[in-house]
């Protein structure tokens, strides 16, 4: 028998979920969701579950990850119960369930909290910054007060704590989301198909590209490149690639030399098209274009503002580099960068940005039991 716990409303309500009680199961949401099929029937179920407060099946469910927040099942709820909010609230819930510190419920639940452990990681990352650039103005000051000892040693002790973290909330979802199998005896999709259509779906955001084709759809008569399914390929892309274009920086050269290696144009195009994307999810959420923009959660902000960040400091550096300007105003903006783009990559598993790795794991148990 399953446990049920009517409490559970009032705790996911602490994640976003607006009033979710008013829904009296009409199955509307579901009716317009161009997600559902056999394979994933939601958001209707996962409403169900919070409000018998069956937390275990939510937290085993792929259609978390599946739903891609285009708001038409909002739009359509005759309650105004809001169940893409409640959707998203979820993911926030497993985010935080997934993760062992107890860090990302505080981080959620708490604003002034999210900001207050930016703010400290973002200290602790500049000074760690510092020990990797001995050589800079603001290096010798700082050490003059801290020891170089005390400041890396912290840095790396950040980095392991977060990078554990990581790991642990990926294998949870992996555990979970495992026992979450289609009861079908038809044959499923083999692992080249499951590659094959995952690939895609990451590749070109197919499923997604159905949220803005119904007629009734804002974006129906818009452009390709203005919908949410490209703002968000776009935003995924570009961080991934500016993402390699570091990596490959930091093994095959010091990142200071040249413009014109494959990493750096790589690194330039990705970067225009994390800006592109990211600056087209603000501008929607400024102007509240659609009902799923209406109301942007702080944790959401803090995404985008950060990658926004990230490619604006990150181009003036590009400009800095090609005309050999080297001056303490242009170290601080380096400095600015590279602590921005290290805390989305530390606060990873404690952020909305977990579902870059928790979608795609979602995708592969999704599309392995789906039918061939």
């Given at each position: 028998?399953a ?6 409303a009032e ?10 009680n008013a829904?009296?199961?009409?199955g509307?949401?579901t009716?317009v ?5 056999k ?14 407060g069956?937390?275990?099946?939510i937290?085993k469910?792929?259609e ?10 909002s ?48 200290v ?15 290096s010798?000051?700082?050490f003059e007060?801290?020891?170089y000892e005390?400041?890396?040693n912290?840095g ?10 990581m ?27 499951t ?12 499923r997604?590209?159905?949220?803005d ?12 490149y ?9 935003i995924?892309w570009?961080?991934l ?10 093994i ?6 040249s413009?014109w290696?494959p ?5 330039t ?14 501008y929607?959420?400024i102007n509240?274009?659609?009902?799923s ?6 944790a ?5 503002i ?7 400091t990150?181009?003036?550096?590009e400009v ?5 300007a ?31 790795i ?9 599309y ?5």
């Amino acid at each position: 028998m399953a446990n049920i716990n009517p409490d559970f409303a009032e705790e996911i309500k602490k994640y976003g979920a607006k009033d979710f009680n008013a829904c009296f199961n009409c199955g509307n949401c579901t009716a317009v969701c161009g997600l559902t099929d056999k394979n994933a029937n939601f958001p209707r179920m996962l409403i169900r579950y919070g409000m018998l407060g069956q937390q275990e099946e939510i937290l085993k469910s792929k259609e978390l990850w599946l739903c891609y927040a285009c708001g038409e099942c909002s739009l359509n709820c005759p309650r105004q119960a809001a169940p893409g909010d409640y959707m998203a609230a979820l993911r926030r819930y497993a985010i935080a369930a997934y993760e062992p510190t107890g860090l990302t419920k505080l981080i959620f639940k708490s604003n002034p909290f999210s900001i207050f452990i930016t703010l400290i990681l973002a200290v602790v990352l500049g000074f760690f910054l510092l020990t990797i650039k001995p050589d800079y103005i603001i290096s010798r000051w700082i050490f003059e007060i801290m020891p170089y000892e005390v400041i890396h040693n912290m840095g790396l002790v950040i980095f392991s704590l977060t990078g554990l973290s990581m790991v642990w909330g990926i294998f949870t979802l992996i555990r979970k989301i495992s026992k979450d199998k289609v009861k079908d005896d038809k044959k499923k999709n083999t692992l080249w198909s499951t590659i094959r259509k995952v690939s895609d779906e990451l590749g070109t955001m197919r499923r997604y590209r159905t949220c803005d084709s119904e007629e009734e759809s804002h974006w129906k008569t818009k452009p390709e490149y203005v919908k949410p399914w490209f703002v968000h390929w776009s935003i995924m892309w570009g961080f991934l690639g500016l993402l390699l274009a570091t990596i490959l920086d930091f093994i095959l050269k010091d990142p200071a030399t040249s413009i014109w290696l494959p990493s750096r144009i790589l690194g330039t195009a990705a970067g225009i098209m994390m800006m592109y994307g990211a600056s087209l999810a603000i501008y929607y959420r400024i102007n509240k274009v659609t009902r799923s923009y209406k109301e942007t959660n702080l944790a959401d902000w803090m995404l985008l503002i950060f990658l926004w960040i990230a490619g604006f400091t990150g181009f003036w550096l590009e400009v800095s580099v090609g005309i050999a300007a080297e001056n303490l105003f242009n170290q601080i903006i380096f400095m600015l960068h590279t602590i921005v783009s290290m805390e989305l990559v530390l606060l990873f598993a404690f952020s909305k940005f977990a579902h870059a790795i928790y979608r795609p794991v979602a995708l592969w148990f999704y599309y392995n039991n789906t039918q061939k």
